[in-house]
């Protein structure tokens, strides 16, 4: 969690810029085309950009101290940690959970039957990031890829499990309504938490 707020102070000044332009750029063109307006799907599209902006500064800053090379026999790196070590957490659980998001939210917008397209994604787009870690001075390695496609895998799941329970919900969460005073209750604590990293609310 400190590297993501890190992550998140050291990338305001441009995440604030790009997220007020395309807001407002995006508005523009639902008034301007007579769309309607569903408030809590415009903000989980923003959310996407975001976590894309934070996933390559995580990805990027976490590889900085990392030798270059690659490695291209699957499960190498993996079993090189011992298990409940920090390594292990870091290396390990931390690229499963890195893209535990990745899996949702492309999930929510491909909408599959099946996890084939999922994981063909997922693939990838971790296979670019690390072909770019190599390109870079960094390294190349099919464990992270793997491990990526497995964090992908779960949100997957996550999103076919919170589809089925929301059919056992109440008929108030078939209501657009509830789902846009969710959404805007979290805007308003990101928008809190930024003010804060400027130094309004101080």
């Known amino acids: 969690m400190e590297i993501v707020r890190q992550s998140i102070n050291t990338m305001w000044p441009m995440l604030t810029i790009f997220l007020v332009i395309i807001a407002t750029v995006r508005i523009a063109a639902i008034k301007s085309n007579n769309e309607r307006l569903v408030f809590y799907k415009e903000f989980s599209s923003l959310l996407f950009i975001i976590y894309v902006f934070l996933l390559y500064e995580l990805l990027t800053r976490t590889e900085l101290n990392s030798v270059s090379g690659y490695n291209l026999v699957p499960f190498t790196e993996i079993f090189r940690y011992r298990i409940g070590s920090e390594a292990f957490y870091f290396n390990v659980v931390?690229?499963?959970?890195?893209?535990?998001?990745?899996?949702?939210?492309?999930?929510?917008?491909?909408?599959?039957?099946?996890?084939?397209?999922?994981?063909?994604?997922?693939?990838?787009?971790?296979?670019?990031?690390?072909?770019?870690?190599?390109?870079?001075?960094?390294?190349?390695?099919?464990?992270?890829?793997?491990?990526?496609?497995?964090g992908a895998i779960c949100g997957f799941l996550l999103y076919v499990s919170l589809n089925a329970v929301k059919k056992y919900l109440p008929g108030i969460f078939d209501h657009e309504l509830i789902y846009n005073i969710i959404c805007f209750i979290i805007l308003i604590l990101m928008v809190g938490y930024l003010l804060n990293i400027m130094g309004v609310l101080q």
Do not use: H, M
């Open 94 to 150: 931390g690229n499963i959970a890195l893209f535990i998001p990745f899996g949702y939210f492309i999930s929510t917008y491909i909408k599959p039957n099946r996890i084939l397209p999922i994981l063909i994604v997922s693939v990838i787009s971790s296979a670019t990031v690390e072909f770019v870690q190599f390109c870079i001075g960094r390294s190349f390695d099919v464990d992270d890829i793997l491990l990526n496609a497995t």
